[in-house]
Antibody, heavy 124, light 111 residues
Framework: DVQLVESGGGLVQPGGSLRLSCAAS????????MNWVRQAPGKGLEWVGR??????????DYAAPVRGRFLITRDDSKQTVYLQMNSLKTEDTATYFC???????????????WGQGAPVTVSS | QSILTQPPSVSGAPGQRVTISCTGS?????????VHWYQHLPGSAPRLLIY???FRPSGVSERFSGSRSGASASLAITGLQSGDEADYYC???????????FGGGTRLTVL
């Protein structure tokens, strides 16, 4: 069975940093494109960013609100993807989901497996 | 304000049929990008319901179906059950934002 388990969430002050981890199992992680999607309290889903496979150069893309502040990396030896969040703002408060996407011939590729989410609160 | 517009809520009695709309524009659904749908019970992981506008992953009930026309898409749920109470999100791509986008979500209540 596919499992995505996030960790590292918590409370951080504005301007601070936090790193989320997502441990994956049950699929060929090395070939997978991995995403982060967030949900602010009482709000809908928002795509945060994506990292491609190493064979695709581990290329990353980010949503405009987080570009330049967030960094997605992966360690295929540990089957883990990371979300490094810097210069955090109160509006970054959300539950962050680790999401695997499946290849699809048209944009966007769909998200076939999601983790349970890691809560992040940015507050003084 | 989400790029894709969904009704905030829909409701129906057990056994009835409901539809959830997802309205976009010429920069997303209208530009021939596909639409996918997810079911989310708060506190749990979202679940893929429909991909590529009309396809159901294995394990998803035939009671769920999707369609797309022009700049809009719809999710239909037939034979409503109490277990269908959840939030539903559409997902597509916007070529002005050059990013995947979600609808604002629709809360389904089974009366």
């Amino acid at each position: 069975d596919v499992q995505l388990v996030e960790s590292g969430g918590g409370l951080v002050q504005p301007g601070g940093s936090l790193r989320l981890s997502c441990a994956a199992s049950g699929f060929h992680f090395q070939n997978a494109r991995m995403n982060w999607v967030r949900q602010a309290p009482g709000k809908g889903l928002e795509w945060v960013g994506r990292i491609k496979a190493e064979t695709d150069g581990a290329t990353t893309d980010y949503a405009a609100p987080v570009r330049g502040r967030f960094l997605i990396t992966r360690d295929d030896s540990k089957q883990t993807v990371y979300l490094q969040m810097n210069s955090l703002k109160t509006e970054d408060t959300a539950t962050y989901f680790c999401v695997k996407n499946e290849f699809w011939p048209n944009y966007p590729e769909y998200f076939d497996y999601w983790g349970q989410g890691a809560p992040v609160t940015v507050s003084s | 304000q989400s790029i894709l517009t969904q009704p905030p809520s829909v409701s129906g009695a057990p056994g009835q049929r409901v539809t959830i709309s997802c309205t976009g524009s010429s920069s997303n659904i209208g530009a021939d990008f596909d639409v996918h749908w997810y079911q989310h019970l708060p506190g749990s992981a979202p679940r893929l319901l429909i991909y590529g506008n009309i396809f159901r992953p294995s394990g998803v009930s035939e009671r769920f179906s999707g369609s797309r026309s022009g700049a809009s898409a719809s999710l239909a749920i037939t034979g409503l059950q109490s277990g269908d109470e959840a939030d539903y999100y559409c997902h597509s791509y916007d070529n002005l934002l050059t990013a995947p986008v979600f609808g604002g979500g629709t809360r389904l209540t089974v009366l």
